[in-house]
């Protein structure tokens, strides 16, 4: 199947790419066909992993170049190419998933309503956003601004998200200060008797991605939590099963100042965004029994599809 | 296999040498192809045997072969047809660039009015050939292209070769090369190729450029035709004058070539064998 391999959708993000840079920057036909562009550069990503990321179930063969009678390669959604991503490719978050697909659905309001969807869509509501996904997925698939767009717009399009980034980065630092302020002017008492109760409350406080951390505002003890990007392989050692679990942090909350800071790309500004490891611990009967049971259900599960 | 009993009856002094640059026999064919390389073929005036009636098939000798990877095409010795194919075998795999044609093409200059559709006869009839790479219109074009003046044949028009490397162009420049997209017309469904990809074929860069069959696919990459144009007017092909016996091996992957200025009375009388050749085993 031709059309998922990674040299043609590659190819094919870029001719979209130009037909959107060629467009007035204030229409609707640049957003249009970036929109377009974005899904094709997605796609690229993953069959730059292997091409059967993009097929349907039922066309998986196809994928590894088997002919199967199908007329039509079917392609999975766009919503599933973005989930994948999310797995796939560094420092692609909730953050990034949620404008991607927001960007996706306009494009389909454009595409199948009668709805101008992209007729105010100004750039400085998307296109910082749009070149730092653009980032993410072209550095996954050992590309670059410059090889996506051309070295000029790729200058442009580096100095918009330095901007951002530096926009995030005053606004996590102005959040630190405020909340700063406001601790010194407790008493030292009360300081210390807020830290107390943080160190309690960040202990007591449940979460799998869970992981404690000094408040960069006030000291105290705060908890990170974060999306899961991916587990290490199980292990036992004496009598337990451990397991190190990766996770991309994306929020933050400080028990003794209340401060929060949601989103990676926040969390990074604040000297908070390294991905980080939290090691889960099993009881060897109950991981494997559970691993039996997915088994036994996904079996289950095909017996029926087969039928 | 037939290669690899034949390797094994090459005689004494073959295996000696084989064995001094491979320690073991060799397991896979790709290695044994490397192999076969070491498996010199003498040239005609040393060995005082014409190589088509010699048992040992005619192959690049790593000399040749390393002078063809530095320089990106060769001149070599080749009294016949036979000769040209077995070159051709020992590069890669030698196969038609028609359905059910002939592995050997013999290009005769012809009027336009008698060419092919989509041929560069069609658009050109006896001018001379801008510079261009073959099978464009292929998702992987032939690695090399190997030519002969035919048995009886004779040409006073040239062949300039002009290697990729040998053309003047700044990063930036080879940068846009590698960017811009193009729509390559010629097979069954268009497709998308810049002239330079380094996407196509794993741990190649690949040079793709025939103006018949390939256009700019948005007015942004028109400039790399732009840049390509003017770096090949400044450029000093290589001339290859055509002798009897003469062949000449291209690396079309990063090797243009072109057919140069002759006069047009002697066209009927230049007749050359080309055989194009997959990579690979």
């Not at chain 1, 309503?113 to 105010?120: H, N, P, V, W």
């Not at chain 2, 400039?223 to 400044?234: D, F, H, N, P, V």
Request: glycine residues 6%; proline residues 5%.
């Amino acid at each position: 199947m031709d059309g998922w391999t990674y040299d043609v959708l590659w190819q094919k993000a870029k001719l979209y790419m130009d037909r959107a840079l060629s467009e007035d920057r204030d229409g609707p036909l640049f957003p249009f066909w970036a929109a377009l562009a974005l899904e094709l550069l997605a796609r690229a990503t993953l069959a730059k992993v292997h091409p059967a990321l993009l097929a349907e179930p039922d066309c998986i063969l196809m994928a590894f170049g088997y002919d199967t009678g199908e007329k039509m390669a079917k392609s999975v959604m766009a919503k599933t190419v973005f989930l994948r991503c999310q797995k796939i490719v560094p420092d692609f978050g909730d953050t990034e998933l949620k404008t991607s697909m927001s960007i996706v659905e306009r494009r389909n309001e454009e595409l199948h309503s009668g709805t101008l969807a992209f007729e105010e869509f100004p750039t400085r509501v998307w296109l910082s956003s749009f070149y730092r996904i653009c980032k993410l997925l072209l550095t996954a698939q050992g590309q670059s601004l410059a090889s996506f767009l051309g070295r000029e717009e790729a200058d442009a399009a580096e100095t918009m998200i330095a901007a951002s980034e530096k926009e995030t980065l005053a606004s996590v630092q102005k959040a630190i200060a405020v909340k700063k302020s406001e601790f010194e002017k407790l008493e030292s008492s009360e300081q210390k008797r807020k830290h107390s109760i943080a160190e309690t409350s960040s202990r007591e406080f449940e979460d799998p991605s869970k992981r404690l951390e000094t408040c960069p505002a006030c000291g105290g003890r705060g908890a990170i939590t974060g999306e899961r990007v991916r587990a290490g392989a199980a292990r036992l050692e004496g009598d337990s099963m451990y397991q190190d679990i990766a996770f991309l942090p994306t929020k933050f909350r400080c028990y003794s100042c209340d401060l929060e800071l949601a989103g990676h790309a926040f969390l990074h500004a604040a000297g908070l965004g390294g991905q980080y490891s939290v090691t889960e611990s099993y009881d060897p009967v109950q991981y494997y029994g559970e691993m039996f049971m997915e088994n036994m259900a996904a079996d289950a599960e095909a017996m029926y599809q087969n039928e | 296999m037939r290669e690899r009993v034949r390797f094994a009856l090459e005689g004494a002094q073959g295996l000696e040498r084989c064995s001094q640059q491979f320690r073991t026999f060799p397991a896979k064919m790709q290695e044994f192809n490397e192999v076969n390389l070491l498996l010199v073929h003498a040239s005609p005036e040393s060995s005082g045997v014409p190589i088509s009636d010699r048992d040992e098939r005619l192959r690049l000798s790593i000399h040749e072969r390393e002078r063809l990877s530095r320089q990106g095409w060769l001149e070599l010795y080749a009294p016949s047809s036979r000769d040209l194919i077995e070159l051709a075998q020992s590069l890669g795999r030698p196969h038609a660039t028609r359905a059910g044609g002939s592995i050997i093409d013999r290009l005769v200059p012809t009027e336009r009015q008698q060419a092919r559709p989509g041929t560069m006869s069609y658009h050109l009839g006896f001018e001379e050939f801008p510079f261009h790479t073959d099978g464009a219109y292929l998702r992987i074009p032939p690695r090399f292209i190997l030519l002969r003046l035919a048995d009886g044949a004779d040409s006073l028009r040239p062949t300039l070769v002009c290697p990729f490397s040998s053309l003047s162009l700044s990063n930036g420049e080879s940068e846009t090369l590698t960017r811009d997209v193009w729509v390559v017309r010629g097979s069954r469904r268009p497709f998308l190729s810049p002239i330079l990809s380094d996407s196509t074929v794993h741990g190649h860069t690949l040079l793709r450029f025939d103006l018949f069959c390939m256009k700019p696919a948005s007015r942004r990459s028109e400039q790399s035709a732009q840049i390509l144009e003017s770096a090949l007017k400044k450029a000093n092909p290589v001339e290859v004058i055509w002798t009897p016996n003469q062949a000449l091996v291209l690396d079309n992957w990063r090797t243009l070539h072109a057919r140069g200025e002759g006069p047009l009375d002697r066209n009927e009388g230049r007749i050359l064998e080309r055989v194009s050749v997959r990579s690979g085993g």
